[in-house]
């Protein structure tokens, strides 16, 4: 299963690479802001795309490099120059995540949509917060938290979403966990932003 998810990510990545040297012809008759955008539809979505849970480090920091010539594209900077700042650039001037980071903000979002029903998927693991005595209604009480099954396997155990998402549910603060927050809006994804780029 790893030698396929490997493979299928090295071929992506030739692909990024090809694009990335189309887009370094064009940036000199694009604009910054342009280039931007454009940088972000063609690469930082399928960047998204393939990230995945659990993945083995050799397939995050393929993904990883990808996203540091994407950001040398935009900046204007060669491999071989001095970018030691370029994880500072990629926070502070292109508000891009890391890969990892990415990771953690998509499992973050998709637990709170099956905390909420908004999704197709049954999961039965996430549903098991305390509940409100008080009320009537079959409301979480606040903090929500989520139980982390066991699992046998230690490698592919972890990257199940049955145990990552409760993982990473179980990590945020309190106040994120909040059942109230409506995850479609952009209220849960700024504060996720917000905590990952602190």
Same mark, same amino acid.
């Given at each position: 299963?790893?030698?396929?998810?490997?493979?299928?990510?090295?071929?992506?990545?030739?692909?990024?690479?090809?694009?990335?040297?189309?887009?370094?012809?064009?940036?000199?008759?694009?604009?910054?802001?342009?280039?931007?955008?454009?940088?972000?539809?063609?690469?930082?979505?399928?960047?998204?795309?393939?990230?995945?849970?659990?993945?083995?480090?050799?397939?995050?920091?393929?993904?990883?490099?990808?996203?540091?010539?994407?950001?040398?594209?935009?900046?204007?900077?060669?491999?071989?120059?001095?970018?030691?700042?370029?994880?500072?650039?990629?926070?502070?001037?292109?508000?891009?995540?890391?890969?990892?980071?990415?990771?953690?903000?998509?499992?973050?979002?998709?637990?709170?949509?099956?905390?909420?029903?908004?999704?197709?998927?049954?999961? #039965? $693991?996430?549903?098991? *917060? &305390? !509940?409100?005595?008080?009320? =009537?209604? +079959?409301?979480?009480?606040?903090? /929500?938290?989520?139980?982390?099954?066991?699992? #046998? $396997?230690?490698?592919? *155990? &972890? !990257?199940?979403?049955?145990? =990552?998402? +409760?993982?990473?549910?179980?990590? /945020?603060?309190?106040?994120?966990?909040?059942?109230?927050?409506?995850?479609?809006?952009?209220?849960?994804?700024?504060?996720?932003?917000?905590?990952?780029?602190?």
């Amino acid at each position: 299963m790893t030698n396929l998810v490997y493979h299928h990510i090295s071929r992506i990545c030739t692909s990024f690479y090809y694009r990335l040297h189309q887009l370094r012809r064009l940036r000199r008759s694009l604009d910054s802001n342009l280039l931007v955008t454009l940088v972000y539809a063609v690469i930082n979505s399928q960047i998204d795309y393939c990230n995945t849970v659990g993945a083995p480090r050799a397939v995050t920091n393929k993904l990883r490099r990808v996203l540091n010539a994407t950001a040398r594209v935009v900046i204007g900077t060669w491999k071989f120059d001095h970018d030691h700042g370029l994880g500072q650039i990629l926070h502070d001037e292109l508000h891009w995540l890391d890969v990892p980071d990415r990771v953690f903000f998509k499992l973050a979002v998709t637990v709170h949509r099956c905390l909420n029903g908004r999704t197709a998927v049954p999961v #039965r $693991l996430l549903h098991s *917060g &305390r !509940r409100c005595r008080h009320s =009537a209604a +079959p409301a979480f009480c606040q903090p /929500l938290t989520a139980a982390v099954p066991c699992y #046998r $396997l230690n490698i592919y *155990g &972890r !990257r199940a979403f049955s145990v =990552a998402g +409760p993982t990473v549910w179980n990590s /945020l603060p309190d106040f994120m966990r909040d059942p109230t927050i409506n995850a479609d809006s952009f209220s849960l994804r700024r504060l996720l932003t917000t905590y990952l780029f602190a």
